[in-house]
């Protein structure tokens, strides 16, 4: 399915689109005496991990280190107002594709919020009009990260089950695994791991320990004009193109 929508959308302006962000809880080893900060929606100890992909499943930013009760909104925010972070901006023009758990800004563009979204929803009634034609393909689009991040903790057991390390180390082994992630992908054409997704494009691993998405938390920050032309115009597109689906 991801290989179908990355052909259609070099008919639109969706090429402008340079990866995915989204964010994952990775298991926290934390005393007994400081867990709670650490506790996010699971009730268990975790690290709020968010990190930006490419469509070829390589991760070009990590933020390690959050509290896992901390909103995936104010991890955000950091990563691209702290310049110390060196998160990659898009550039004039490009755009990375969000959920609506982040801010509608310039260069980050959203879904449709209170519209049919995940690919489960479209299994037995086809879009309707443009904005579901829009969540359908963006939410497969986004779905490139939500693998990625199947893939890195199907192979490192050690995210689920973290051991008593200082918290230092801990992050250390998060930030070790996302590389290690990136030079098997570069590096071993023939892994096993990346082979089974690549050959199963809506297969995305089970290990990912949330597998949630908060597109219904709605926006913070108010909506950007110019992302909701840039919206607007690309789900009329596809809606007209009418061979999409």
């Known amino acids: 399915m991801l290989i179908y929508i990355l052909t259609i959308i070099n008919q639109f ?42 469509f ?14 901390a909103h995936d909104t104010r991890v955000f925010i950091h ?28 260069g980050y563009l959203a879904p ?15 879009p309707t009009n443009a904005k579901e034609a829009f969540n359908r393909v963006h939410s497969s689009l986004r779905s490139c990260i939500e693998r990625s ?8 057991k050690i995210l689920s089950r973290m051991p008593r390390f200082s918290e230092t180390i801990q992050i250390d082994v998060i930030m070790a695994t996302f590389a290690l992630h990136n030079y098997i992908r570069r590096n071993d054409a023939e892994d096993m791991v990346f082979n089974i ?10 290990e990912e320990l949330d597998g949630e998405t908060s597109i219904n938390q709605g926006n913070m920050q108010g909506s950007n004009n ?3 032309e840039i919206r607007n115009n690309i789900a009329n597109m596809i809606w007209d193109a009418n061979n999409v689906f």
């Not at 690290?47 to 490419?54: E, G, I, K, R, S």
């Not at 991040?149 to 490192?156: A, E, I, M, N, S």
């Open 112 to 126: 449709y919020s209170r519209i049919r979204y995940h690919q489960s929803q479209f299994e037995h009634v086809l």
């Open 13 to 54: 302006s969706l090429q402008d689109c340079i990866g995915c962000i989204d964010g994952t809880h990775i298991d926290a080893c934390i005393p007994i005496a400081d867990q709670m900060r650490y506790r996010g929606r699971k009730g268990v100890p975790t690290f709020n991990v968010m990190a930006v992909c490419d």
């Open 149 to 156: 991040f199947g893939v890195l903790k199907k192979r490192w």
């Open 226 to 228: 110019e992302m909701r």
């Open 197 to 206: 997704v690549q050959q199963h494009q809506d297969y995305i691993p089970t």
């Open 79 to 106: 990563a691209i107002e702290t310049p110390s972070m060196n998160f990659p901006k898009p550039p004039e023009g490009k755009y990375y594709i969000v959920d609506k758990g982040y801010p509608d800004r310039k």
């Open 56 to 69: 070829d499943m390589c991760f070009t930013f990590v933020s390690v280190g959050w509290e896992g009760s």
